[in-house]
Nanobody, 130 residues
Framework: VQLVESGGDSAHTGGSLKLSCILS??????????VAWFRQAPGKAREGVST????????FYADSVKGRFTIAADSAKYTVVLQMSSLKPEDSGTYYC??????????????????????WGRGTQVTVSA
């Protein structure tokens, strides 16, 4: 399984960025997975940002990004995007895409817990300046 993130960039407070994660090598269908975005700032713990279920598009958002970030999936393209708006400096960090196999129609029990996801991308950098 391979996950490749892209779209990281620099932005100003209040700006927008769109991150993409392309999955390949899945030994099962996209509908059998949940894909999550995590982020990690220097010196801080990795934080679960958002998760989407491949079967029905069910979602999880961290409180810190609700109303500002939107996650979406294109099952035909094995792609998950994270649209980030109203960016804040505290949104800065390396953003990682992660994948876990799930029962269709469900999300991992602890969707924002990195231990739930065995497969990870290498990350893409987001920097938000005031």
């Amino acid at each position: 399984v391979q996950l490749v993130e892209s779209g990281g960039d620099s932005a100003h407070t209040g700006g927008s960025l769109k991150l993409s994660c392309i999955l390949s090598g899945l030994p099962f269908e996209f509908e059998d997975v949940a894909v999550a975005w995590f982020r990690q700032a220097p010196g801080k713990a990795r934080e679960g940002v958002s998760t989407i279920g491949g079967f029905d598009g069910s979602t999880f958002y961290a409180d810190s990004v609700k109303g500002r970030f939107t996650i979406a999936a294109d099952s035909a393209k094995y792609t998950v995007v994270l649209q980030m708006s109203s960016l804040k400096p505290e949104d800065s960090g390396t953003y990682y895409c992660a994948e876990a196999r799930v029962i269709r129609g469900t999300l991992p029990t602890s969707a924002g817990d990195s231990d739930e996801y065995p497969f990870w991308g290498r990350g893409t950098q987001v920097t938000v300046s005031a």
